[in-house]
């Protein structure tokens, strides 16, 4: 009251009041916004999308837009929410609420598309089913969100080789609106200059580049990383410069009002930019970061030499970096193989030589106007010359130029001389895989008939398999170093295949080929704009896929002879996936007349096989022995020469339009597609495969695998560094490749089993877990789940009662109690784990041997053939389990039976009937024991169980409980006693209630039904 009685009027104290509110309602609020300094709007949104939705509190709310949701023709406006796991709308107009909420990882189709109704909308397919949204201001930028989160939860779920390389996307709760647009925009910033993979995007400046040789200035971006400046020209002239602050010497600003910034780098080369705004704070930031990458880099430049002038090493670190690599001498090869294997003869020079010296001559006018190295001025010229084909002495570097690999190996001194070191000797999956294809690596080339060529491609795959253990080796990459090694020194080949592997091609060479396979489905969606009268002949667009795999993975090099497979990579190092692409669309259109007369598929691969026969390189220089187009000579073929120079020509002249851009959104699209049909392709081999074992319909199936799957999903969705996503690994066999724990199975138990309603329906989770679990891994897979899940709905009256039996006794069996006894029979998470884990407390040696038993992956480098074929057959011939090799149920698991016995009857509309049944059946038992025992034992030793269950006609599980409390000692001092599951059998069939109670149907549909729906329910507040 003090504080408010300095105001002088009451406007002025109520504007104070609701001040310091909003302030405490803010500072309450901290936690959920991820620290993010969110507007009022944002936190009314963020209330309205919590109360809506009732998602858990860890859900991240990343932005929200208005727009329109179509029902059929009807648009119904309302609210779009985008969080880190779910795309949610949310309308209520005149009474009539929509709500919908779709999981990013069960998006499979995500588009922009338009119509004569809709004329701009985004269309999102989802579990088959087809939603469109519109009437958004900024449509584009909502698209671009959308495809980013949904290929993030699709990285997260599906592809987890490509996720754990990426620390950034580990925690969902720190994705922000702004990080997401951030991130794309380093991802295209690196795509496009070719920086390694940790650059991220600081600042863009608009600007003016003065071009030395042209004398003019070109407008475009100047974009700064941690550790480069570059700059991309924006008035059509090509024009791009990459400059690494490792290079720079000096920084300097103009005193005039040309707001200039001067660049000053080793080599005596100068940029000048010009209308910089707020260049005197940019120089200030530029020159600190220069003093820092100095500083990291001990003013080391391990660039491509341009001049032949040796320098002296200036320090310790050099010297010793110089010392490793004289050692590392003797192992690694420090030539190319060309120079090694067909060095120039400058004495016969032929028309080809001269040529040669021409393309030659063309370049060192181009570096003498444009710079030579990493900082080189890059132009329309610089493509022009690439297209004609690069010289054979200039081909590694500017390989390594354009690929960027020759800012990896600056920043990485002797760090393939090291990991060669660590690497020989190793032996596992992929250095076998690498000895067995290394003699078939251009085995025509003398370069690899020889121990000099064979060595330095084994010492290179295997080094990259060491690196990158995740990829390792996978066919095709033998085929792309080999053609590496021949134009580059080992290390700069190994700097080029880790250029590849992991920037340029992403997820090519991993278990899946994952990125082939996108780029495949990118190339279809570019034959369909570009060739519809190929696509309309085309039956199937599969074909396409088929064909041009190796296209794609080789690079053209498998299909193409050496001396013209050579300049596709010349093209591919500069302008990336582009330049396949496009060549791919010209040897289609080259070939269109005859592929449109093919009546199948194996005629137009005949056809395509004898274009590439045919196609040459009239200016190379190589031999006639290494060429591979001159083995077909004229004579046995009537089909035309196609110089590879003129078809690449062609190619950028037809489909040079095809934008970076247009091609990085393409593959985000159909990253979604291609993983989702992978999903399917598990999905139906292991429904082929559990189908033969249960009696549940495929549809049924199918709807229980996507519930099993969606629980294991949901597990991960607000868990950071969730180990449950550890157990999905693509390479195992379709069955192993999603597993759940126990803690998900209690889950998936209550929401499906028609037992869930009993008081211990958590120790019965438990103990069918444990059954189901006979590896002892803590884990089971789908077929094991869907056994026991057929049972409960689909087994006669026997195989349910054996299933009951069974979790009674050991190993299913252990004796379980909460700690909380409020809780009653209710198991915490960490009570549960525990409880599951008991019977596996074997030696570690043992439990290695049992589970290699069991999977012949597991904890082995490779795969164990003979023991799959072992495990295969013992399923084949594995018997029905006869009853009378069940083993007997002792006094406390009989008891236990009893009383899970009396909770399953629990509000049966026959519970009467049944508990008196119930009480028969176990006083016949006892009895029977009893007569048993007196026949061997004039002792009696069931007698206080048999009153206890007798002396009432419908006892309780408490009474059964009250009696065990009561005299706890009364069956140790006496002989133990014990059924078979034939005396049990036999007596409850005795008791029509009980059979009727098991054999009651079971609407399936209805129960999964309700279970899909209740799924996401039960772990919300709604």
């Given at each position: 009251?003090?504080?408010?009685?300095?105001?002088?009027?009451?406007?002025?104290?109520?504007?104070?009041?609701?001040?310091?509110?909003?302030?405490?309602?803010?500072?309450?609020?901290?936690?959920?916004?991820?620290?993010?300094?969110?507007?009022?709007?944002?936190?009314?949104?963020?209330?309205?999308?919590?109360?809506?939705?009732?998602?858990?509190?860890?859900?991240?709310?990343?932005?929200?837009?208005?727009?329109?949701?179509?029902?059929?023709?009807?648009?119904?406006?309302?609210?779009?929410?985008?969080?880190?796991?779910?795309?949610?709308?949310?309308?209520?107009?005149?009474?009539?609420?929509?709500?919908?909420?779709?999981?990013?990882?069960?998006?499979?189709?995500?588009?922009?598309?338009?119509?004569?109704?809709?004329?701009?909308?985004?269309?999102?397919?989802?579990?088959?089913?087809?939603?469109?949204?519109?009437?958004?201001?900024?449509?584009?930028?909502?698209?671009?969100?959308?495809?980013?989160?949904?290929?993030y939860a699709i990285r997260r779920l599906f592809d987890k080789e490509t996720f754990d390389n990426d620390p950034v996307l580990y925690n969902p709760l720190q994705i922000t609106k702004r990080g997401l647009e951030n991130r794309a925009h380093s991802e295209q910033f690196n795509a496009f200059f070719r920086l390694p993979k940790g650059e991220s995007l600081k600042e863009v400046h608009e600007c003016f580049l003065w071009v030395p040789f042209s004398h003019?200035?070109?407008?475009?971006?100047?974009?700064?990383?941690?550790?480069?400046?570059?700059?991309?020209?924006q008035d059509g002239n090509q024009c791009s410069v990459i400059i690494p602050l490792r290079e720079v010497l000096a920084i300097d600003k103009t005193n005039d009002s040309s707001k200039s910034v001067i660049i000053s780098i080793k080599g005596k080369t100068a940029f000048r930019f010009h209308e910089v705004k707020d260049f005197e704070q940019l120089v200030a930031k530029l020159r600190l970061r220069c003093g820092a990458a100095s500083t990291q880099y001990h003013d080391i430049s391990t660039e491509l030499a341009i001049s032949s002038?040796?320098?002296?090493?200036?320090?310790?670190?050099?010297?010793?970096?110089?010392?490793?690599?004289?050692?590392?001498?003797?192992?690694?090869?420090?030539?190319?193989?060309?120079?090694?294997?067909?060095?120039?003869?400058?004495?016969?020079?032929?028309?080809?030589?001269?040529?040669?010296?021409?393309?030659?001559?063309?370049?060192?006018?181009?570096?003498?106007?444009?710079?030579?190295?990493?900082?080189?001025?890059?132009?329309?010229?610089?493509?022009?010359?690439?297209?004609?084909?690069?010289?054979?002495?200039?081909?590694?570097?500017?390989?390594?130029?354009?690929?960027?690999?020759?800012?990896?190996?600056?920043?990485?001194?002797?760090?393939?001389?090291?990991?060669?070191?660590?690497?020989?000797?190793?032996?596992?999956?992929?250095?076998?895989?690498?000895?067995?294809?290394?003699?078939?690596?251009?085995?025509?080339?003398?370069?690899?008939?020889?121990?000099?060529?064979?060595?330095?491609?084994?010492?290179?795959?295997?080094?990259?398999?060491?690196?990158?253990?995740?990829?390792?080796?996978?066919?095709?990459?033998?085929?792309?170093?080999?053609?590496?090694?021949?134009?580059?020194?080992?290390?700069?080949?190994?700097?080029?295949?880790?250029?590849?592997?992991e920037r340029m091609l992403p997820d090519y060479f991993n278990r899946r080929i994952i990125g082939a396979l996108v780029d495949q489905a990118v190339f279809e969606e570019l034959i369909r704009d570009h060739l519809p009268q190929l696509t309309e002949h085309m039956t199937d667009m599969t074909f396409f896929s088929s064909v041009s795999l190796s296209w794609f993975l080789t690079l053209f090099i498998s299909v193409l002879p050496i001396e013209s497979a050579v300049n596709v990579v010349d093209c591919f190092f500069y302008d990336g996936i582009?330049?396949?692409?496009?060549?791919?669309?010209?040897?289609?259109?080259?070939?269109?007349?005859?592929?449109?007369?093919?009546?199948?598929?194996?005629?137009?691969?005949?056809?395509?096989?004898?274009?590439?026969?045919?196609?040459?390189?009239?200016?190379?220089?190589?031999?006639?022995?290494?060429?591979?187009?001159?083995?077909?000579?004229?004579?046995?073929?009537?089909?035309?020469?196609?110089?590879?120079?003129?078809?690449?020509?062609?190619?950028?002249?037809?489909?040079?339009?095809?934008?970076?851009?247009?091609?990085?959104?393409?593959?985000?699209?159909?990253?979604?597609?291609v993983i989702q049909t992978l999903?399917?392709?598990?999905?139906?081999?292991?429904?082929?495969?559990?189908?033969?074992?249960?009696?549940?319909?495929?549809?049924?199936?199918?709807?229980?695998?996507?519930?099993?799957?969606?629980?294991?999903?949901?597990?991960?969705?607000?868990?950071?560094?969730?180990?449950?996503?550890?157990?999905?690994?693509?390479?195992?066999?379709?069955?192993?490749?999603?597993?759940?724990?126990?803690?998900?199975?209690?889950?998936?138990?209550?929401?499906?089993s028609p037992w869930a309603h009993s008081a211990n329906k958590d120790s019965l989770a438990l103990w069918t877990f444990r059954l189901l679990d006979e590896n002892s891994d803590c884990l089971i897979n789908f077929k094991e789940f869907s056994s026991a899940i057929d049972i409960m709905y689909n087994g006669s009256f026997t195989e349910k009662l054996k299933l009951l039996f069974k979790l009674h006794i050991p190993p299913a069996y252990t004796e379980v109690k909460s700690k909380d006894a409020s809780k009653g029979d209710e198991l915490s998470k960490e009570e549960l784990l525990y409880f599951s884990q008991l019977h596996v407390s074997k030696p570690a040696n043992e439990k290695e041997a049992e589970s290699a038993k069991h999977s012949p992956e597991k904890g082995k480098g490779k795969i164990d053939i003979q023991a799959y074929l072992s495990q295969w057959q013992d399923e084949l011939f594995k018997k029905e389990e006869n009853i009378k090799d069940l083993p007997r149920m002792n006094q406390s698991q009989f008891i236990q039976f009893s009383k899970t016995l009396y909770n399953l009857f629990h509000e049966d509309p026959?519970?009467?009937?049944?508990?008196?049944?119930?009480?028969?059946?176990?006083?016949?038992?006892?009895?029977?024991?009893?007569?048993?025992?007196?026949?061997?034992?004039?002792?009696?030793?069931?007698?206080?169980?048999?009153?206890?269950?007798?002396?009432?006609?419908?006892?309780?599980?408490?009474?059964?409980?009250?009696?065990?409390?009561?005299?706890p000692c009364s069956f140790r001092e006496e002989p133990q006693w014990s059924f078979a599951f034939e005396q049990i059998l036999a007596s409850l069939l005795n008791e029509p209630a009980l059979v009727r109670f098991f054999e009651k149907p079971i609407d399936v549909k209805a129960k999964l039904e309700n279970a899909r729906i209740s799924q996401l329910r039960s772990r919300t507040k709604m």
């Open positions: 009251m003090k504080t408010l009685s300095v105001f002088d009027s009451n406007e002025d104290i109520t504007n104070f009041v609701q001040g310091k509110i909003r302030g405490l309602i803010a500072e309450e609020g901290k936690h959920c916004f991820a620290k993010e300094d969110d507007p009022e709007k944002f936190r009314e949104a963020l209330l309205k999308f919590e109360k809506c939705f009732g998602l858990p509190e860890k859900e991240k709310l990343v932005t929200y837009y208005s727009c329109s949701y179509w029902k059929g023709r009807v648009p119904c406006q309302g609210w779009l929410y985008l969080s880190t796991n779910f795309l949610s709308f949310y309308s209520f107009l005149l009474g009539s609420e929509i709500k919908l909420i779709i999981s990013w990882d069960e998006v499979s189709k995500l588009e922009k598309t338009s119509n004569v109704i809709l004329t701009e909308s985004i269309h999102v397919c989802s579990q088959g089913e087809n939603h469109y949204f519109s009437m958004f201001l900024h449509i584009n930028q909502t698209y671009l969100l959308m495809e980013q989160l949904a290929n003019f200035n070109t407008h475009g971006k100047m974009c700064i990383s941690e550790n480069y400046i570059c700059f991309a020209s002038e040796s320098t002296e090493p200036s320090d310790n670190f050099e010297v010793q970096s110089l010392t490793s690599q004289r050692e590392c001498s003797k192992t690694v090869n420090t030539e190319a193989l060309m120079t090694v294997f067909h060095p120039q003869n400058l004495e016969t020079l032929n028309s080809k030589m001269l040529k040669e010296k021409m393309k030659e001559q063309s370049w060192k006018i181009l570096f003498a106007e444009c710079g030579r190295g990493v900082s080189m001025f890059r132009t329309k010229k610089t493509r022009d010359l690439v297209v004609r084909g690069i010289p054979e002495t200039l081909r590694g570097e500017l390989w390594m130029l354009f690929s960027g690999a020759v800012n990896d190996m600056a920043t990485n001194p002797d760090y393939y001389t090291e990991v060669v070191e660590q690497s020989l000797g190793t032996c596992n999956l992929a250095t076998e895989e690498i000895e067995r294809d290394l003699r078939r690596s251009l085995p025509e080339h003398p370069a690899f008939q020889s121990d000099t060529g064979i060595s330095a491609l084994r010492r290179v795959l295997t080094a990259y398999a060491y690196r990158n253990p995740k990829i390792g080796y996978c066919q095709a990459m033998n085929i792309l170093t080999s053609v590496l090694l021949l134009y580059a020194k080992e290390e700069e080949a190994f700097w080029l295949l880790v250029a590849v592997c582009k330049a396949i692409l496009q060549l791919g669309l010209a040897i289609l259109d080259y070939n269109l007349d005859k592929l449109l007369t093919c009546k199948d598929d194996a005629e137009a691969v005949t056809a395509l096989n004898r274009f590439f026969d045919n196609v040459t390189n009239k200016d190379s220089p190589l031999p006639s022995n290494v060429q591979q187009g001159s083995n077909v000579s004229d004579e046995k073929t009537s089909h035309t020469r196609v110089d590879i120079t003129d078809l690449i020509r062609e190619s950028n002249e037809k489909y040079g339009n095809i934008r970076y851009e247009d091609i990085h959104s393409m593959r985000c699209r159909n990253r979604l597609y999903e399917e392709t598990t999905k139906q081999n292991v429904l082929r495969v559990v189908s033969q074992d249960v009696k549940l319909s495929l549809q049924e199936l199918d709807e229980l695998y996507v519930i099993f799957k969606k629980e294991l999903f949901l597990s991960c969705y607000w868990c950071l560094g969730c180990p449950v996503l550890k157990h999905h690994d693509p390479s195992l066999p379709y069955l192993e490749q999603y597993q759940i724990d126990c803690q998900q199975f209690r889950a998936l138990y209550h929401l499906l026959e519970e009467e009937s049944l508990y008196q049944a119930i009480a028969v059946v176990t006083s016949l038992l006892l009895r029977m024991e009893e007569v048993g025992r007196k026949l061997h034992s004039p002792t009696s030793s069931a007698k206080g169980f048999s009153g206890t269950v007798c002396g009432s006609g419908g006892p309780s599980e408490e009474k059964t409980g009250s009696h065990l409390e009561k005299d």
